[in-house]
């Protein structure tokens, strides 16, 4: 081959294997995926303290995402949007939440919005809650019943498989 033609060929490998590499690049940016009840600043400025009540907060902004665990006066709207990036954690953008507080006869005590900056990191624990009884292995759980089913079984009336006495087994 002479040198021109190589050197064509080696352009033309060189620009297939770019064009086999490029869709792995993050050319397009995944789409942004909202999750929760998205509370926005329009309806929140038609809720006044001392005004709405319970069933007025909830006919403007939808059910809660979470209450208050031990009273229900207190009234949470999570939302976020979030973004896939590939091999990495979901990006997480624009984090809110309505807290709505209420007094003892339901009426709107007080609104207050928090942010991803409010919020506090939680430490998770890498203990496990034990559970009583013994771990079987593989073997024990194929052939653990090996023995227990049959007509001893049967007569013993304890244990899985157990059976109803025939005619002649009732005493």
Excluded at 5 to 19: E, H, I, Q
Excluded at 51 to 68: A, E, F, H, I, K
Excluded at 74 to 100: F, H
């Amino acid at each position: 081959m002479d040198r021109p033609t190589r050197t064509v060929n080696a352009a033309r490998a060189l620009a297939l294997g770019a064009m086999l590499l490029l869709p792995g690049c993050s050319v397009f940016d995944s789409p942004v995926v909202q999750r929760g009840n998205r509370v926005t600043d329009e309806l929140l400025a038609q809720i006044t303290p001392g005004v709405q009540t319970r069933q007025d907060v909830q006919s403007l902004l939808g059910s809660p995402t979470q209450s208050s665990t031990f009273d229900d006066n207190s009234w949470y709207y999570i939302s976020s949007n979030t973004r896939a990036r590939p091999g990495r954690e979901l990006a997480v953008s624009d984090q809110r939440t309505v807290v709505v507080q209420f007094d003892e006869r339901g009426v709107v005590r007080e609104v207050k919005t928090l942010g991803a900056e409010d919020g506090q990191p939680v430490a998770m624990v890498a203990r496990e809650t034990p559970s009583p009884g013994n771990e079987r292995t593989l073997l024990q759980a194929l052939f653990g019943n090996v023995g227990r089913i049959g007509p001893g079984a049967a007569q013993a009336g304890t244990g899985p498989g157990t059976m109803a006495p025939g005619p002649g087994q009732i005493r």
